[in-house]
Nanobody, 129 residues
């Protein structure tokens, strides 16, 4: 079992920055991959970023590549999503996810929300124009 709790969401102006955190408990945090997804009103939940157990491998959606950075601190059992150059279209509820079966995001599957086993409750990010 893995429990995930996101924090750090809020209201920010376009062009601004925000850092989301995902506090994990349960299984050994340093043993598995984690990811971030987002869901805007009326849209499906979509992949944002994923990271391997060590942080050595990271993957991003094209829409955020170069603006967002995923990272993790295994000593603190916490993952992060640093978001920069925010746009109104980044407005969504952001969720962190865990895949305890794998230490590294699985190619061909990590961008699919069905692949991930555990989810947090989400944190709202609103970007004003």
């Amino acid at each position: 079992q893995v429990q995930l709790v996101e924090s750090g969401g809020g209201l920010v102006q376009a062009g601004g920055s925000l850092r989301l955190s995902c506090a994990a408990s349960g299984r050994t945090f340093s043993s598995y991959a984690m990811g971030w997804f987002r869901q805007a009103p009326g849209k499906e939940r979509e992949f944002v970023a994923a990271i391997s157990w060590s942080g050595g491998r990271t993957y991003y959606a094209d829409s955020v590549n170069g603006r967002f950075t995923i990272s993790r601190d295994n000593a603190k059992n916490t993952g992060y999503l640093q978001m920069g150059s925010l746009k109104p279209e980044d407005t969504a509820v952001y969720y962190c996810a865990a895949d305890p079966r794998n230490p590294t995001p699985v190619q061909g599957y990590y961008y699919s929300r069905e692949w991930w086993d555990y989810w947090g409750q989400g944190t709202q990010v609103t970007v004003s124009s």
